[in-house]
Nanobody, 112 residues
Framework: QVQLVESGGGSVQTGGSLRLTCSVSGMMGPMGWWRQDPGKQRDFIAGITYMGEQVYVDSVKGRFTISRDNARNMVYLQMNSLKPEDTAVYYC?????????WGQGTQVTVSS
């Protein structure tokens, strides 16, 4: 069972930047980031393979960068040019989903 701990969230103004970190306790295969607001569906936003190939949804493409450190079992999400619509709780998880438990996530709040 892979355990995941997200950190690095915070409050920023529109146009600001944040770097999220995901610490993985087990084997770290392909990984992704999801985000969710209360009452909203949890949406996939970015994924990365073991070799570093990246996939992004259009809403974050060009602004967010997913990366990983296989030696440290860490996944990162660099978020630039943040917009209010980026406000959400951000989660990391195996990608595709394989039935692991979601972590607590980390809150990102972007104010205008």
């Amino acid at each position: 069972q892979v355990q995941l701990v997200e950190s690095g969230g915070g409050s920023v103004q529109t146009g600001g930047s944040l770097r999220l970190t995901c610490s993985v306790s087990g084997m770290m295969g392909p990984m992704g980031w999801w985000r969710q607001d209360p009452g909203k569906q949890r949406d996939f936003i970015a994924g990365i393979t073991y070799m570093g190939e990246q996939v992004y949804v259009d809403s974050v493409k060009g602004r967010f960068t997913i990366s990983r450190d296989n030696a440290r079992n860490m996944v990162y999400l660099q978020m630039n040019s943040l917009k209010p619509e980026d406000t959400a709780v951000y989660y990391c998880m195996n990608w595709p989903l394989i039935g692991n438990k979601w972590g607590q996530g980390t809150q990102v709040t972007v104010s205008s």
